[in-house]
């Protein structure tokens, strides 16, 4: 049912138009351009990068999003992430998506902590988190300039042994495309 397909070059029109839909960017750190070009250039960096990872989020056979790692540090075991579904009628499943992601990024890269920055305003992304076991560690003040408006960006993290403690979400496994 879901499914997440490592992001090609034929991938990138369809993330440029989920990337730049208000509804999507409104809570993402940074704005881009609705410019291909600029769109290539991001994905030849991600697509040598060490510690990067992206894919598309596959349900029932529709692409409706993104899911990424970033800031993979091999030697701490850490990383951080990030995610968004840009077919509106799909964001139902944006609760669901986040424990495939973590048993995957838990035991394939056997990272012992994941992070997550989450802008101020979006409640539900931080509810969400909370609910999957991450513990609130801080908050920049007035971190992200967007709009003519400062925003705060709030600061969690997962540990791998709080995961699993969950012990209520460890039947999802996904397919991810290496």
């Not at 070059?9 to 208000?22: D, N, P, S, Y």
């Not at 048993?103 to 920055?117: D, L, M, P, Q, R």
């Not at 705060?152 to 791998?160: R, S």
Request: proline content about 1%.
């Amino acid at each position: 049912m879901i499914r997440f397909i490592k992001l090609r070059e034929e991938h990138l029109e369809q993330v440029l138009e989920w990337r730049t839909q208000e509804d999507v960017t409104r809570f993402m750190n940074t704005d881009i351009e609705k410019d291909m070009n600029k769109q290539k250039e991001w994905f030849k960096r991600i697509s040598h990068s060490e510690t990067n990872a992206y894919w598309i989020i596959e349900i029932k056979g529709q692409l409706v999003g993104v899911i990424c790692l970033n800031g993979m540090d091999h030697v701490n075991k850490r990383t951080s992430w990030g995610f968004y579904i840009g077919e509106e009628k799909y964001r139902l499943y944006g609760g669901i998506i986040p424990p495939y992601f973590y048993n995957y990024v838990f035991s394939t890269y056997g990272f012992h902590k994941i992070t997550a920055e989450v802008m101020e305003g979006n409640d539900n992304v931080i509810k969400l988190n909370l609910l999957h076991g991450y513990r609130m560690v801080g908050v920049y003040k007035e971190h992200i300039f967007k709009n003519g408006s400062c925003y705060d960006l709030h600061l969690l993290e997962l540990l791998k042994e709080d995961w699993i403690k969950l012990n209520k979400f460890q039947k999802y496994n996904g397919v991810f495309e290496q």
